[in-house]
């Protein structure tokens, strides 16, 4: 999980995708403490603050170790998720679809780091759009290889935030979780899908999966809508056990990027998230990139 893994997508970035007239750069921003707060208890925030100062010990229980500056590098992913946020958000932006390749943190918890996700970008981001229109409802649908855990559990009970999270089999991959039978608890019940894929499934088995989605897309008017494009599922990838083509990305975003059109006003945010084969991140985010800015026909 660093920085080399998105160097060829960046080079990608810089010689083809911003000579296009319709993109622009969005400058990266540095989180509060209080941005933080929005999802993380403040007793989390001020451990992971002292253990980057220390530069030793582990943010969960032994999968994520801190370092010199961790706090700070948390803070860049947090903040700039929020700029990207507010930019389709505010009233009367001609930016409707933002996408921040080093967001989509999605294994931290309220209380804990987890997968080498330190703080939940994703969860603080839908916890904001919340607050700022609390009768609008928000989905998050997540493409990533694991299990979006920290988002699905810390909103499991929350009616108003629809999940739809494709991934491998926890039996097979970290974080062991995402069942079918998990579709929320409570008064949202029905408001999440799960759908665990077995090792090996390649392009049919997540389309097939995926189709099952409708049945959350077609009952629910999101104000926003949060895409997590984890690119670990693609053939090739050391830490999963999935075969996916790069066209999986191309045909999700396009077909979100048409379902926005339809049901959010536009309004789209993109975040990465996993991905450990370079060639993967590039052609998985630079398909995403591409259909976003097609024209949406009718």
């Known amino acids: 999980m660093n920085s080399g893994r998105l160097a060829l997508f960046s080079k990608h970035l810089e010689s083809v995708v911003f000579e296009n007239k319709l993109v622009k750069k969005i400058s990266s921003s540095l989180a509060t403490k209080e941005d933080v707060a929005i999802f993380h208890d403040p007793s989390y925030i001020e451990r992971v603050a002292r253990l980057s100062a220390i530069g030793e010990g582990y943010l969960d229980a032994g999968d994520t170790p801190a370092f010199r500056g961790v706090f700070e590098a948390s803070l860049w992913v947090v903040g700039t998720t929020l700029a990207c946020l507010d930019q389709i958000m505010q009233v009367g932006s001609d930016v409707i ?87 929320g608890i409570g008064a949202a019940k029905g408001t999440k899908i799960n759908l665990p894929l077995p090792p090996h499934s390649g392009d049919k088995e997540f389309e097939d999966a995926f189709s099952e989605a409708r049945t959350i897309l077609e009952k629910v008017n999101p104000s926003l809508v949060v895409l997590q494009t984890g690119a670990d599922g693609l053939a090739g990838d050391p830490l999963t056990h999935l075969n996916y083509s790069g066209k999986v990305h191309r045909k999700v975003a396009e077909a979100i990027h048409e379902y926005c059109h339809k049901k959010s006003g536009g309004r789209l945010l993109v975040l990465g998230g996993g991905g450990y084969n370079p060639n993967n991140v590039r052609d998985a985010w630079v398909g995403v990139i591409e259909s976003l800015i097609k024209p949406i026909d009718g």
């Open 97 to 183: 679809h933002v996408f921040n390749p080093v967001g989509g943190l999605h294994h931290a918890w309220r209380s804990s780091a987890g997968g080498f996700c330190v703080f939940n970008d994703a969860a603080i981001a839908i916890e904001h759009a919340h607050r700022m229109n609390p009768s609008k409802d928000i989905l998050y649908i997540d493409i990533d290889a694991h299990h979006g855990d920290g988002v699905y559990y810390c909103f499991e009970d929350q009616p108003w935030l629809y999940i739809v999270d494709v991934h491998e089999d926890g039996r097979y991959l970290y974080p062991g979780t995402g069942f079918k039978s998990e579709t």
